[in-house]
């Protein structure tokens, strides 16, 4: 919640107390630069015991409630016909509105059903962007992935409040040009992950389901951050405002064929989930449950997670809880502003983006700005981001470097898992390192993956940069910082 202090700041507050704390270390920095080197550059391969504040991702890393931990300790662990199954499908009904509901281990399981059952050679598969593993499954089923966005999507200086929307004249133009029929559906991915966490407008959900309705295309919903979307809708659409969280949820739900999330976001577990209206869709993604996930009252995951998720997917629509992490990555996003660091704006839903292509400027894409980027942040702070740039793609079936639209370093906001002098402290850093961002060189691949190359690949800095940094962060604040 944000609160006025009597300076006249807005600051957000957290709305929980916290019971449960786990450790972390601040390891020196040149203990960061091996550290970093051992990893190949890449903050995949990083190990908890050298990472101070993890923002990787939000992904299963939000802080979980007392309730969900309390419905944990009475899961039925049945193999099937599970008791937890039905509080799940119960919470699922009552939150989102669908009438069947597909248990999966986490959200690609999901997209491995969909390219599985829905997917054939030749398709073209529609989404306002893609999301790593969804291009994956999707291009592996022998379909090509159109991501149909605004212009908008890619400027990362927008005042542009929804900038996840799905432009529709390019909808028509894709109906046109590749038919109807080779549309499995159109996919809304709610806040663009790889774009800065971007929402769309309920408005833009109503007229992408007007267009696929009239030629019979399915929408499908990626959820994943379903209520931080929710939350925008109701802080920046011009007739939410009075609307609960709940309220919205149920009217996107209500323009949707198939449901799908991974619950590692929103609903704070780790596992994942499908659901429909549409007994059609439904008997044909269970049909391949048991193979690739479990049987139809756990599909891979633990009974726990699953009890914990049923608890999660209500506490969701709780406007602070759906509110916590916008607000804090909003906070962080402004004071870098401030500070001069270019960051992506609007604030969106999951991280604060550093936009590489602006922060180290002097990097041509073919050396990895954003993979540079995120070492460098590391070195100077301890802190862990992702690469989200050109390392994240896959080079095409020739072999060239695919460049990507952005190069940004996220860092993820874990729900109610970072204070505020942790974000004062990740602030400081940041604008540290800016203020000595041509320290920072390219970096190159020494083992490069074919498939999702950002998982395990190893890079190189160029020059050895990374000892300069090192030795330029420790004239300032000495070794042992
Ligand atoms: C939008 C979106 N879709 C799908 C996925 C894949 O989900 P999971 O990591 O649970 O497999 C993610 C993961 O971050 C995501 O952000």
């Given amino acids: 919640m944000n609160v006025k202090l009597s300076n006249g700041k807005v600051i957000p507050v957290e709305m929980h107390k916290v019971r449960i704390v786990q450790k972390v270390n601040l390891v020196p920095v040149r203990r960061r630069l091996e550290a970093i080197k051992e990893a190949g550059y890449n903050t995949f391969l990083l190990r908890t015991k050298d990472i101070f504040l993890d923002m990787l991702t939000d992904s299963g890393t939000n802080a979980m409630s007392d309730n969900q931990l309390a419905a944990m300790m009475v899961a039925d662990d049945a193999y099937a016909g599970s008791e937890s ?135 499908v919903f990626d959820g994943s951050l379903i209520s931080e979307n929710a939350y925008f809708i109701k802080m920046r659409e011009e007739g939410y405002a009075d609307k609960s969280i709940r309220e919205i949820i149920l009217e996107m739900m209500s323009l949707v064929d198939i449901f799908y999330l991974s619950g590692r976001k929103s609903t704070s577990v780790r596992g994942g989930l499908m659901a429909t209206n549409k007994k059609e869709y439904y008997d044909r993604i269970l049909e391949w449950l048991p193979v690739y996930e479990g049987f139809a009252t756990y599909g891979g995951m633990s009974t726990k997670e699953i009890e914990a998720m049923a608890v999660g997917f209500r506490e969701m629509t709780d406007v602070n809880v759906a509110g916590s992490a916008p607000e804090f990555i909003k906070y962080f996003v402004e004071r870098l502003i401030e500070n001069g660091v270019p960051v992506v704006t609007p604030p969106g839903g999951l991280a604060c983006h550093l936009d590489a292509k602006r922060f180290v400027s002097h990097l041509p894409q073919s050396q990895y700005p954003a993979g540079a980027l995120a070492g460098a942040v590391y070195i100077a702070s301890g802190i862990r981001s992702m690469e989200r740039g050109t390392i994240s793609m896959d080079r095409d079936s020739a072999g060239n470097e695919v460049y990507a639209d952005l190069e940004l370093a996220r860092l993820a906001v874990p729900r109610r898992v970072y204070t505020m002098s942790q974000i004062e402290y990740a602030v400081d850093r940041i604008t540290w390192l800016y203020k000595h961002r041509d320290l920072v060189k390219g970096l190159k691949f020494v083992e490069e993956p074919r498939v999702l190359r950002f998982f395990f690949g190893r890079l190189e800095a160029l020059d050895n940069w990374g000892a300069d940094l090192t030795k330029a962060f420790e004239a300032e604040f000495g070794p042992n910082c």
């Avoid at 054939?120 to 966005?149: I, Q, R, S």
């Fill in 85 to 219: 199954f039905y509080k799940l499908v119960d919470a699922e009904k009552e939150i989102l509105g669908f009438n069947y509901v597909i248990p999966v281990h986490q959200g690609r399981a999901a997209e491995h059903l969909l390219a599985k059952v829905f997917v054939k050679p030749g398709d073209v598969v529609l989404m306002n962007y893609h999301f790593t593993t969804t291009k994956a499954h999707f291009e592996l089923a022998g379909a090509k992935v159109l991501e149909l966005y605004t212009d908008e999507m890619l400027n990362t200086q927008s005042s542009v409040l929804f900038k996840g929307n799905l432009d529709l004249q390019k909808f028509e133009d894709a109906i046109k040009k590749y038919g109807a029929d080779k549309i499995p559906f159109v996919r809304m991915e709610a806040t663009t992950n790889l774009v800065g966490g971007q929402p769309f407008a309920l408005r833009n959900l109503h007229d992408v389901k007007k267009l696929a309705s009239k030629h019979n295309i399915p929408v």
